[in-house]
């Protein structure tokens, strides 16, 4: 955990409730594009994170510190959309592609964030949310805890609740998967990189 | 990409740092001999940049703002921090500020005749509420205790409870604190015989000091004027909101239960004040609701409300015909409004449960929810609302369609008494200890009287309930499990372990199936209204 969220959970816990605003700015983004890849669905994932910041905020004086703040937080709001998931029943472990039929969740919003190359990261978004969109939901939750979240085997089956050998092969299957389901997107990635990979050699072997 | 997978997961897991010391060394010996499986750990790696690479979008905008509500509203509810609540604006919440905004005003009005009217406190016990002591009926010798709340203007604060016989002392009063002038009576031991509560109702202003509503609750065994029941209905105007000269107004909080002594008609009652909060009542149920996925019918309430307001006008101008002073009673003050909800019992228990416990419970008093309704009342006799909520008017096939879910079972009254002991416990409510049902006599004249839910009530359609009847009776004889009864209260009881709709049911022990049938529930809430005479003074 860094200082400054040690000092912001400090002043939280003095009264200052206003520095779990700084928690919540910095931590946002990436608890909502793990969990929008988990539950398949933005109005879930918001609902979940929404969730997991506030039963954080009242938890949070039960927070030891012995870990990062982001990864309890993560559990938190991991555990609250899997029971909300469960609650809801709902059928459908897929991306809400119906829901945004352009992908609307891709998009990012900032426009500073946007490369030259807009149209083609849009669309290779767009390919790997298909993807992922297709891929079932088994193999899709290690496989994002393990990607985005950067959690170990050990991690991933223990807040997931599967055995370590179950997580180890739900991976490999989702990489599996998910390659074959790129395969066009990744062979032409391919190909430019071999490409300029053998024009960059054939240049550095003229040299 | 290759077209042929690896064979194993190895590779994954290499990738992923996660192998032993034998997979890596096996592995690496692999991949220094095989452009195959060096392209699969290449590509294992392509789709992990790919993975990380596209997941750039922010959260939504409004997130840390919802985030930031719910906390202040979960805040609000711990009553840790009072603090106001950022909500978008609607009809229902439009209607809540403003019967909210109008407690609130008609509550620093009377705390300021009632300052204003503050006796001299050494006379306090010698100058009793005369005027209540006029109005109060005489002692049904034969009757169910009535708890009835003297509210501001507020007839629908008026509760029955379930008979308990005189002589039977509510052992929660005769345990409350009883101020030495006690001593002095001479006559305390009829305080036992006659219980005579009440509860007074203010809001807190932000200072924390109190200035607003006030309302008594009052619990005592009478009789009801069985001869003039509209009276005792919706145009009712409260019979006294006096505040006796020895409660420190300057210095009760909330929460605050304050005993003192009136002469009852020659007789000494012991009656409780207690105070609570209104305005976080109103706010609290409406956003329990909401957590509890209730949907507010919108088109529905304001149907209800119209029928209520106009009913309510109506008998304005009737009184204002008899009586001119009556007039000073604006119908703004003396707004309804409802809220019509379609929810489940499980929903509307949890909701009621929540509620209980968010708010201690001795808010609770600042709600005044309606009388029971039937199921055909909420869907074909709109016009008859007012009057079904004045004054019960139960056919048999409306009384079949009600089922109590609580004290009307003997079996079941221990249970239901610790399901509802949030409510019970700390309301000044007489709660029947009893376990006998009220007699035939007893019921024949409840039946005459307009009766007065306090307590939560939920009504189960027709049609719902012959189900339950159906699938219940193959169990046991309907008789022995259901007792339907019209007067009896519905209680929207959420037991401790979660099993609600078999406890509230009483199906529990016959291992009935569970029905989860919507219901109908419509709420009601009246606006304070200021009191048309002014308290005499001393």
Known sequence: MTNND???????????????????????????????????????????????????????????????????LFRISFNAAISQKRKTKRTST????????AGNWL???????????????????????????????????????????????????????????TVRSRIFRGRNELKQKLNTLFQNDTTSRVSRSDHESSISESK | MSSHPPSNDNLSAYFDHEVSPEELCVLESLLENSPEARQELHELGEISRLLQETATEPAPPELASSIRR???????????????????????????????????????????????????????????????????PQPDTDATVMSRELATADPYRVAFNESQKPGIPDRRLLTAPVPPVALHTGDSLQSDKQDHKEALVAS?????????????????????????????????????????????????RIGDVIPYFRDIDGKIAVIEVRVVDVKQALGTMELLLARNDIPVNQQKQSEVEDQLQNHWSLKSNVAGQKDRSDQDTDDSENELFAVYVEATETQLATALQDFQKDLKRDQLVGLALQPAINASSLTEQVKELPQ???????????????????SVRALDRKKASVATGGVAGNLPFKQSTTANPPTRQSMALQE???????LYRMQIPAEEQEKLVQQTIIKQPLSRKFNFSAEQPLVASKPASGLITDKAFGLNETNAPVIFSPVKVLLVFKSTAIPTTVPASH
């Open chain 2, 448 to 454: 005459k009287r307009p009766s007065y839910q306090t």
């Open chain 1, 94 to 101: 897929t991306l809400d592609t119906q829901e945004n039929p």
């Open chain 1, 107 to 165: 998009v990012d919003t900032h426009p500073e964030n946007h490369p030259p190359d807009v149209a083609e990261r849009s669309e290779r978004k767009k390919m790997v949310h298909q993807a992922l969109n297709e891929l079932q939901e088994e193999y899709r939750i290690p496989l994002i805890l393990r990607e985005l979240e950067g959690m170990s085997y050990g991690e991933i089956a223990e807040i997931t609740a599967i055995p370590l050998g």
């Open chain 1, 6 to 72: 040690q000092y912001l959970i400090q002043e939280c816990l003095a009264g200052r409730t206003e520095a779990f605003d700084q928690l919540v700015l910095k931590y946002q983004d990436r608890l909502y594009r793990t969990l929008v890849r988990v539950l398949g669905s933005s109005d879930d994932a918001r609902d979940a994170a929404q969730e997991g910041f506030t039963q954080a905020f009242f938890k949070l004086n039960s927070f030891r510190g012995t870990a990062a703040f982001y990864s309890w």
């Open chain 2, 388 to 406: 079904l909520l004045t004054q019960r008017t139960f056919s048999p096939k409306a009384a079949n369609a009600t089922v109590e879910a609580k």
């Open chain 2, 70 to 136: 719910r906390i202040e509203q979960e805040t609000l509810l711990a009553e840790t921090v009072p603090s106001t609540v950022e909500r978008v604006p609607s009809l229902l919440r439009y209607r809540i500020a403003v019967a909210i905004s109008a407690c609130s005003s008609v509550a620093a009005l009377i705390l300021f005749i009632l300052l204003m009217n503050i006796p001299n406190p050494s006379r306090s016990f010698e100058t009793a509420d005369r005027s209540i002591l006029a109005n109060t």
């Open chain 2, 204 to 252: 807190k202003s932000r200072a924390g000091k109190l200035m607003s509503s006030f309302s008594f609750r009052n619990s005592v065994a009478e009789k009801e004027p069985a001869t003039d029941p509209p009276q005792r209905a919706m145009g009712t105007e409260p019979q006294s909101s006096k505040i006796p000269s020895d409660i420190p107004l300057d210095t009760i």
